[in-house]
Nanobody, 128 residues
Framework: QVTLVESGGGVVQAGGSLRLSCAAS???????MAWFRQASGKEREFAAA????????YYAESVKGRFTISGDNTKNTVYLQMNSLQPDDTAVYYC??????????????????????WGQGTQVTVSS
């Protein structure tokens, strides 16, 4: 059984930082892992992705320069360092991964439909 478990969420003041962690179990994700977020009343939104094969990282424009995705695929762990947090960053943050062997086209990294495995989410609240 594949599970993704996020941790590290919480309440922080605007301008502050948080580091989210995601531990995966049940299989090794060899190609990609990513973070999405969903604010109350809004659709799920791509935040960041990492390709273990190329080492490249990808970010939504809204978080570029403030968030950093990293991890260790040998340990099935991915992180999201979030700096300069703003109230608009308030959301439930999800760790996600595609099914085994799936290659995601570059223009599809930001689509939630490309990721079959989702964690339960961790709440991040940024107060003004």
């Amino acid at each position: 059984q594949v599970t993704l478990v996020e941790s590290g969420g919480g309440v922080v003041q605007a301008g502050g930082s948080l580091r989210l962690s995601c531990a995966a179990s049940g299989r090794t994700f060899k190609y990609y892992m990513a973070w999405f977020r969903q604010a109350s009343g809004k659709e799920r939104e791509f935040a960041a992705a990492i390709s273990w094969i190329s080492g490249r990282t990808y970010y939504a424009e809204s978080v570029k320069g403030r968030f950093t995705i990293s991890g260790d695929n040998t340990k099935n762990t991915v992180y999201l360092q979030m700096n300069s947090l703003q109230p608009d960053d308030t959301a439930v943050y999800y760790c996600v991964a595609p099914r085994d062997g799936k290659i995601i086209p570059l223009d599809r990294y930001s689509s939630p439909d490309e990721y079959e495995y989702w964690g339960q989410g961790t709440q991040v609240t940024v107060s003004s």
